[in-house]
């Protein structure tokens, strides 16, 4: 099946520094990807939908200058967490669709990236 | 997207057949019904989806009752393997781009 993979799997970093996580489709396009977080014992909260060559669209209540996606190709979206803090710290999925595949169809989902902030 | 409601937690014994309700009372005619499971630590994994006809696949199989306002998952030989966060999500046909929103799932602990 299609393949999306999260780079890097995990990361530890310091209060205020920035971290990038990159998700790939592997071997499908996606015009369109979604960036979720999940917080212990909790469900996954969609974040932002990312599209191929404009903007991200933020759910109500994440900050989109804190929250920096950018989807330059049909094969990879980056969310980078800005002057990250310790209520970052938290798990973050994506997901995508391949574009090539008939309406419903799936979306598939990376393997996360958990995210520490000290 | 209409609200789903499922229990909290269930338990099945290894081997058994696993069965996962899914209230979706306020379903409209162009939702389809989607499963996916999340093991602890791992991105959700896609499992089945129907929309009015029951499906199977080589990992479970979808009954959708005949007025679709509810479903079951049915692993049928559940192994400990199986053990994760079950979600039923309902998702408007043609809406390719829109995103999954999870609701609560059931955590169904399978033990030998």
């Known amino acids: 099946g299609a393949v999306v993979s999260q780079h890097p799997s995990w990361v530890i970093c310091k209060s205020g520094t920035s971290v990038k996580i990159e998700c790939r489709s592997l071997d499908f396009q996606a015009t369109t990807m979604f960036w979720y977080r999940q917080f212990p014992k909790q469900s996954l909260m969609l974040m932002a939908t990312?599209?191929?060559?404009?903007?991200?669209?933020?759910e109500q209540g994440v900050e989109k200058d804190k929250f920096l996606i950018n989807h330059a190709s049909l094969t990879l979206s980056t969310l980078t967490v800005t002057s990250a803090h310790p209520e970052d710290s938290s798990f973050y999925i994506c997901?995508?669709?391949?574009?090539?595949?008939?309406?419903?169809?799936?979306?598939?989902f990376g393997e996360g990236s958990r995210l520490t902030v000290l | 997207d209409a609200k789903t409601t499922q229990p909290p937690s269930m338990d099945c014994a290894e081997g058994r057949a696993a069965n996962l309700p899914c209230n979706h009372s306020?379903?409209?005619?162009?939702?389809?019904v989607y499963w996916y499971r999340q093991i602890h630590s791992q991105g959700p994994q896609y499992i089945i989806h129907?929309?009015?006809n029951n499906e199977t696949n080589e990992m479970a199989s979808l009954i959708i009752t005949e007025d679709r306002k509810s479903s079951t998952l049915i692993l049928p030989h559940a192994t400990l393997r199986d053990t994760a966060v079950y979600y039923c999500?309902?998702?408007?046909?043609?809406?390719?781009?829109?995103?999954?929103?999870f609701g609560k799932g059931t955590t169904l602990s399978v033990s030998s």
């Open positions: 990312s599209n191929e060559g404009s903007k991200a669209t933020y």
């Open positions: 306020t379903i409209s005619g162009n939702e389809y």
């Open positions: 999500i309902v998702r408007v046909i043609g809406q390719a781009g829109t995103a999954l929103i």
């Open positions: 997901s995508a669709r391949d574009i090539g595949q008939a309406s419903p169809g799936e979306l598939f």
């Open positions: 129907g929309l009015k």
